[in-house]
């Protein structure tokens, strides 16, 4: 299906910059982070950054988001940032252990490279990792990040640092690790972090991953997680995107579970100029249980794409999917949903839902729930909504002397409920509630939670 | 019980496609291949106006540009456009103005098929048009359609007869640049229907085209076009079938429809093109064009198809709604079995206030098939206050068939309201018990179960085709649970 791809400036552009700091990456990274970086780059050349043929990105034009003289950001530089500001967006009653990611980089400040927690957790730098841990690394590092989109390669090319996390065996952390990625910068940058989750049998574990830009320059991410859950495991994964009208994020996620495992993915979009996100499951093991999640408020100019795939390799696995959005302003939308059932994958059950509320004849959604089914003993749906809200209903509150601003408010986070609720942890729920419902009040604006007000 | 099973696939899959007789006939057949010169050939036997030449040329030239499309879920294999004959016809002297007039191998071909030409031992009223290779052979009732205005027949006469009305429609739903496979047919095409409804006109009875391939090597290239005037109303059936043969065969034809203001077109097709044999040699490759305009206020279209057929299913029934408080509907059963492979849907554009839409696809997969559901519903800025409903359900009859659905939905204002839902799953063996119990044998059981199924769609199709469809619902998946 892929037609030749004409490599444009922006591809050369980024090919002549890996050429020439290839040897500053190789010399600073591990044999197998370098033997992913190389095939990221010969793949790279062959594919390009997705154009307006692929289907995949059909929604998302990528070409127009890399003409912005971002500079490459390859070097850690020290930046200043009140990290008070920071610690703001941190969950008070919640027991988290802190990660910064600035720029791409693993940031020190907070703790040496790489810590064992008394569980026997190990959090840090990626770079670090890969040297510390090569074993580890030769088995999982470019192992489930597929190669067929442009971007992943990309990453995959310039990778260089990020945040690790492994979890070993039978280990149960009640805690929450937070993981917050900073963008700070004197000039418009572009990134490409790189990140490992390792689960290992039987254990249990949770990150939050907090997003925020701090100055209100241009910023674009490319970043390329990959999370491997072995057999017997749970793992919840929260994402919350909070970033400004100038930033550009695309982040990728694999995800490769064992039998058995479980694992729950929530992604919040709450601000972003563009955002796309790709979550791209296998469920490589019988019994493993998915469940991916996601809501969407955006405004403004905002567009946010959110892209699943579910692959259902072996038998007696479930899947569930519930992505909804409200949409306000001149803010564009887009989801792209697919389930593969693979052949002999029996007893499948694959469940997928996007829904979304349309506020103003500006904005628009673009839903394309695909369902590929080779297996016949399975119970597969999906389904999708655009609507608006309910004239009854508000009618019905606003006779009862509830303002309509705020019976439209009570509907909207009725609609959000049923995603937030899925969050397991009490006071991250209640967290995110309220940074939620601030957001559908529109007082949380992009840089709130840093408390410098950009603009 | 899997015994068994196995026992009642094996005597269904076995099953004879009944239409696949070849009906041994005088022909006239162009030699091979496709070049301007063909082009002008068939312009030139048809006795074509200007116009049509410049329309045929026209899409020539914009095919040659072309590339065959591949964004389907199929495995095409390549297809040789220079291997196949663009016009066959059976052999006449002069058009049969009577009955007595068509070769009787001709009219026994499809007396078989049970189709009758014959207008005295008709007792239902339905008008036919029979289309065998690439020409009509005869139009029935068409003195008593006259009488109230209505002009139906083949396309070749109304081009001669009519050209105005076929220059100011022919191409202005589907223009000939618009696909691969529109503007191959937009040049070659032969023949076809063209029905034409004047203002405020109940069609009397139901208009029917039946087409035949018959003549080995050739490519059937038909073109309908249905115009509705305002307030006018036809309900028209399409039915097909083609011998067995070893090779696969080209079908690619082009249907249009015209609504004008409250004018309703109900469009019925029960497709049963030859699907090839059990190891997947052989069958038609269905390549089709349809789509209708609801140009006026308060229009409607309502397609209905059930495909039981071809070796190959490439088609998307569309409707256009232009019209303030127009309606499109789409009613579809796919049914695909063996190694049939089927991508097929709809469109749903919605552009006039108030428009509505709905779809409701049953896909049915066996054997080593592949079925796909592929439907966009739009809603354009303007199209206020719309609505759809989209329903695509996949029923899965053995583990080495596949079902998917890719279904797009864009929406572009704030007061629409766009509701899909997909489910796909197979006959819950809680179900085949629940009949066995009753005495109902597991056949019999997954015959009621998947008719059941099927019903929605059936309900929407004109009683007679209603009964075909079920037979041949049957006969394509008796006992295929395996």
Same mark, same amino acid.
């Given at each position: 299906?892929?037609?030749?791809?004409?490599?444009?400036?922006?591809?050369?552009?980024?090919?002549?910059?890996?050429?020439?700091?290839?040897?500053?990456?190789?010399?600073?990274?591990?044999?197998?982070? @370098?033997?992913?970086?190389?095939?990221?780059?010969?793949?790279?050349?062959?594919?390009?950054?997705?154009?307006?043929?692929?289907?995949?990105?059909?929604?998302? +034009?990528?070409?127009?988001?890399?003409?912005?003289?971002?500079?490459?950001?390859?070097?850690?530089?020290?930046?200043?940032? @009140?990290?008070?500001?920071?610690?703001?967006?941190?969950?008070?009653?919640?027991?988290?252990?802190?990660?910064?990611?600035?720029?791409?980089?693993?940031?020190?400040?907070?703790?040496?490279?790489?810590?064992?927690? +008394?569980?026997?957790?190990?959090i840090g730098s990626l770079a670090a990792a890969s040297h510390e841990y090569p074993e580890l690394f030769e088995k999982h590092y470019g192992k489930y990040a597929s190669h067929q989109d442009g971007l992943v390669a990309l990453n995959s090319a310039f990778a260089q640092d990020?945040?690790?996390?492994?979890?070993?065996?039978?280990?149960?952390?009640?805690?929450?690790?937070?993981?917050?990625?900073?963008?700070?910068?004197?000039?418009?940058?572009?990134?490409?972090?790189?990140?490992?989750?390792?689960?290992?049998?039987?254990?249990?574990a949770g990150v939050i991953i907090c997003d925020h830009a701090l100055t209100p320059h241009s910023f674009l991410t490319n970043s390329v997680t990959e999370i491997y859950t072995a057999e017997n495991t749970f793992f919840d994964y929260v994402k919350v995107q909070n970033e400004?009208?100038?930033?550009?994020?695309?982040?990728?996620?694999?995800?490769?579970?064992?039998?058995?495992?479980?694992?729950?993915?929530?992604?919040?979009?709450?601000?972003?100029?563009?955002?796309?996100?790709?979550?791209?499951?296998?469920?490589?093991?019988?019994?493993?249980?998915?469940?991916?999640?996601?809501?969407?408020?955006?405004?403004?100019?905002?567009?946010?794409?959110?892209?699943?795939?579910?692959?259902?390799?072996?038998?007696?696995?479930?899947?569930?999917?519930?992505?909804?959005?409200?949409?306000?302003?001149?803010?564009?939308?887009?989801?792209?949903?697919?389930?593969?059932?693979?052949?002999?994958?029996?007893?499948?059950?694959?469940?997928?839902?996007?829904?979304?509320?349309?506020?103003?004849?500006?904005?628009?959604? @673009?839903?394309?729930?695909?369902?590929?089914?080779?297996?016949?003993?399975?119970?597969?749906?999906?389904?999708?909504?655009?609507?608006?809200?309910?004239?009854?209903?508000?009618?019905?509150?606003?006779?009862?002397?509830? +303002?309509?601003?705020?019976?439209?408010?009570?509907?909207?986070?009725?609609?959000?409920?049923?995603?937030?609720?899925?969050?397991?942890?009490?006071?991250?729920?209640?967290?995110?509630?309220?940074?939620?419902?601030?957001?559908?009040?529109?007082?949380?604006?992009?840089?709130?939670?840093?408390?410098?007000?950009?603009? | 019980?899997?015994?068994?099973?196995?026992?009642?696939?094996?005597?269904?899959?076995?099953?004879?496609?009944?239409?696949?007789?070849?009906?041994?006939?005088?022909?006239?057949?162009?030699?091979?291949?496709?070049?301007?010169?063909?082009?002008?050939?068939?312009?030139?036997?048809?006795?074509?106006?200007?116009?049509?030449?410049?329309?045929?040329?026209?899409?020539?030239?914009?095919?040659?540009?072309?590339?065959?499309?591949?964004?389907?879920?199929?495995?095409?294999?390549? %297809?040789?456009?220079?291997?196949?004959?663009?016009?066959?016809?059976?052999?006449?002297?002069?058009?049969?103005?009577?009955?007595?007039?068509?070769?009787?191998?001709?009219?026994?071909?499809?007396?078989?098929?049970?189709?009758?030409?014959?207008?005295?031992?008709?007792?239902?009223?339905?008008?036919?048009?029979?289309?065998?290779?690439?020409?009509?052979?005869?139009?029935?009732?068409?003195?008593?359609?006259?009488?109230?205005?209505?002009?139906?027949?083949?396309?070749?006469?109304?081009?001669?007869?009519?050209?105005?009305?076929?220059?100011?429609?022919?191409?202005?739903?589907?223009?000939?640049?618009?696909?691969?496979?529109?503007?191959?047919?937009?040049?070659?095409?032969?023949?076809?229907?063209?029905?034409?409804?004047?203002?405020?006109?109940?069609?009397?009875?139901?208009?029917?085209?039946?087409?035949? %391939?018959?003549?080995?090597?050739?490519?059937?290239?038909?073109?309908?076009?249905?115009?509705?005037?305002?307030?006018?109303?036809?309900?028209?059936?399409?039915?097909?079938?083609?011998?067995?043969?070893?090779?696969?065969?080209?079908?690619?034809?082009?249907?249009?429809?015209?609504?004008?203001?409250?004018?309703?077109?109900?469009?019925?097709?029960?497709?049963?093109?030859?699907?090839?044999?059990?190891?997947?040699?052989?069958? %038609?490759?269905?390549?089709?064009?349809?789509?209708?305009?609801?140009?006026?206020?308060?229009?409607?279209?309502?397609?209905?198809?059930?495909?039981?057929?071809?070796?190959?299913?490439?088609?998307?029934?569309?409707?256009?709604?232009?019209?303030?408080?127009?309606?499109?509907?789409?009613?579809?059963?796919?049914?695909?079995?063996?190694?049939?492979?089927?991508?097929?849907?709809?469109?749903?554009?919605?552009?006039?206030?108030?428009?509505?839409?709905?779809?409701?696809?049953?896909?049915?997969?066996?054997?080593?098939?592949?079925?796909?559901?592929?439907?966009?519903?739009?809603?354009?800025?303007?199209?206020?206050n719309s609505r759809n409903f989209s329903q695509c359900d996949s029923l899965l009859l053995g583990d080495k068939c596949g079902a998917h659905t890719f279904p797009y939905i864009e929406v572009d204002n704030h007061n629409s309201i766009v509701e899909h839902e997909a489910t796909?799953?197979?006959?819950?063996?809680?179900?085949?018990?629940?009949?066995?119990?009753?005495?109902?044998?597991?056949?019999?059981?997954?015959?009621?179960?998947?008719?059941?199924?099927?019903?929605?769609?059936?309900?929407?199709?004109?009683?007679?085709?209603?009964?075909?469809?079920?037979?041949?619902?049957?006969?394509?998946?008796?006992?295929?649970?395996?």
């Amino acid at each position: 299906m892929q037609n030749e791809i004409v490599i444009s400036d922006i591809e050369r552009e980024f090919i002549d910059l890996y050429r020439e700091n290839r040897n500053m990456f190789e010399a600073k990274a591990s044999a197998q982070v @370098n033997k992913v970086r190389k095939s990221g780059i010969r793949d790279f050349e062959r594919l390009g950054i997705p154009g307006k043929k692929n289907e995949d990105y059909k929604y998302t +034009p990528l070409q127009p988001l890399f003409r912005n003289g971002y500079r490459k950001y390859l070097e850690p530089k020290k930046v200043e940032f @009140n990290l008070a500001h920071v610690f703001r967006c941190d969950i008070p009653t919640l027991d988290t252990h802190l990660v910064l990611i600035v720029n791409g980089f693993f940031d020190k400040k907070n703790g040496e490279l790489l810590r064992e927690l +008394p569980s026997g957790i190990i959090i840090g730098s990626l770079a670090a990792a890969s040297h510390e841990y090569p074993e580890l690394f030769e088995k999982h590092y470019g192992k489930y990040a597929s190669h067929q989109d442009g971007l992943v390669a990309l990453n995959s090319a310039f990778a260089q640092d990020g945040f690790f996390l492994y979890v070993p065996k039978g280990t149960i952390y009640k805690k929450f690790i937070q993981i917050v990625n900073l963008l700070v910068a004197k000039e418009d940058i572009m990134v490409q972090h790189r990140n490992l989750i390792i689960v290992d049998d039987n254990a249990q574990a949770g990150v939050i991953i907090c997003d925020h830009a701090l100055t209100p320059h241009s910023f674009l991410t490319n970043s390329v997680t990959e999370i491997y859950t072995a057999e017997n495991t749970f793992f919840d994964y929260v994402k919350v995107q909070n970033e400004h009208n100038n930033a550009v994020q695309f982040s990728h996620i694999f995800v490769n579970q064992e039998a058995n495992s479980n694992m729950t993915s929530n992604i919040l979009t709450l601000h972003g100029g563009v955002v796309r996100n790709n979550v791209n499951v296998l469920l490589n093991g019988e019994g493993a249980e998915n469940n991916s999640y996601g809501l969407y408020l955006v405004d403004q100019e905002q567009h946010v794409d959110n892209y699943t795939f579910i692959d259902h390799a072996r038998p007696n696995c479930i899947s569930n999917q519930l992505y909804k959005g409200v949409l306000d302003d001149s803010a564009t939308g887009a989801f792209n949903g697919r389930i593969l059932v693979r052949k002999d994958s029996q007893k499948t059950h694959a469940y997928q839902a996007n829904n979304n509320i349309l506020l103003t004849d500006e904005a628009k959604i @673009n839903s394309k729930p695909q369902l590929e089914i080779y297996a016949d003993d399975v119970k597969c749906s999906h389904g999708a909504t655009v609507g608006q809200l309910d004239d009854e209903a508000l009618f019905y509150m606003r006779s009862r002397g509830i +303002p309509e601003k705020e019976a439209r408010l009570i509907m909207m986070s009725a609609f959000t409920h049923e995603i937030i609720s899925n969050i397991k942890t009490d006071p991250l729920r209640t967290r995110i509630n309220e940074l939620v419902e601030k957001r559908l009040r529109g007082e949380l604006s992009a840089c709130d939670n840093c408390a410098v007000k950009c603009y | 019980m899997k015994n068994d099973q196995d026992k009642i696939l094996n005597e269904v899959t076995e099953n004879e496609y009944k239409y696949g007789f070849y009906t041994d006939i005088d022909i006239e057949i162009f030699p091979p291949g496709l070049n301007e010169d063909v082009v002008r050939a068939i312009s030139a036997k048809k006795e074509e106006p200007d116009f049509m030449l410049e329309f045929r040329l026209k899409a020539y030239r914009q095919w040659l540009k072309m590339e065959m499309p591949n964004w389907a879920h199929l495995k095409i294999p390549e %297809i040789n456009y220079q291997k196949i004959s663009y016009y066959a016809a059976p052999k006449k002297n002069k058009g049969p103005g009577s009955l007595e007039e068509v070769d009787p191998e001709l009219r026994k071909t499809f007396e078989k098929l049970g189709i009758s030409l014959d207008e005295q031992k008709r007792l239902t009223g339905v008008a036919v048009d029979a289309i065998i290779d690439s020409v009509s052979v005869k139009t029935t009732f068409q003195e008593t359609l006259a009488e109230h205005g209505i002009i139906f027949g083949s396309m070749s006469e109304a081009i001669k007869e009519h050209p105005d009305l076929i220059e100011k429609h022919l191409g202005s739903v589907v223009p000939y640049s618009d696909n691969f496979f529109a503007a191959l047919n937009a040049a070659v095409f032969s023949d076809g229907s063209f029905c034409y409804i004047p203002k405020g006109v109940r069609s009397p009875m139901e208009l029917s085209t039946y087409f035949r %391939i018959n003549a080995a090597n050739t490519g059937q290239f038909e073109r309908t076009l249905i115009v509705a005037e305002e307030g006018s109303y036809v309900s028209y059936l399409e039915g097909c079938t083609a011998p067995m043969r070893d090779e696969n065969q080209l079908h690619a034809a082009v249907v249009e429809i015209i609504v004008e203001k409250d004018a309703y077109v109900k469009y019925s097709t029960v497709q049963n093109w030859y699907p090839g044999d059990k190891n997947g040699k052989g069958g %038609i490759f269905n390549f089709v064009t349809k789509r209708g305009i609801c140009r006026g206020e308060r229009s409607k279209i309502s397609w209905t198809q059930v495909e039981t057929g071809s070796a190959i299913t490439w088609k998307y029934p569309s409707c256009i709604l232009k019209g303030n408080n127009s309606v499109g509907e789409f009613y579809s059963v796919a049914v695909t079995n063996n190694h049939q492979q089927a991508d097929t849907g709809t469109k749903m554009i919605h552009i006039g206030k108030n428009t509505k839409s709905t779809i409701i696809s049953k896909g049915i997969s066996a054997g080593f098939s592949n079925n796909s559901y592929r439907g966009l519903v739009k809603m354009t800025k303007n199209a206020e206050n719309s609505r759809n409903f989209s329903q695509c359900d996949s029923l899965l009859l053995g583990d080495k068939c596949g079902a998917h659905t890719f279904p797009y939905i864009e929406v572009d204002n704030h007061n629409s309201i766009v509701e899909h839902e997909a489910t796909t799953s197979k006959i819950g063996e809680d179900q085949i018990f629940y009949c066995n119990q009753r005495g109902i044998s597991t056949e019999d059981a997954i015959g009621l179960i998947v008719n059941g199924y099927a019903k929605e769609v059936f309900n929407k199709l004109p009683m007679e085709f209603a009964v075909e469809a079920q037979k041949l619902l049957q006969i394509s998946l008796e006992g295929s649970v395996g």
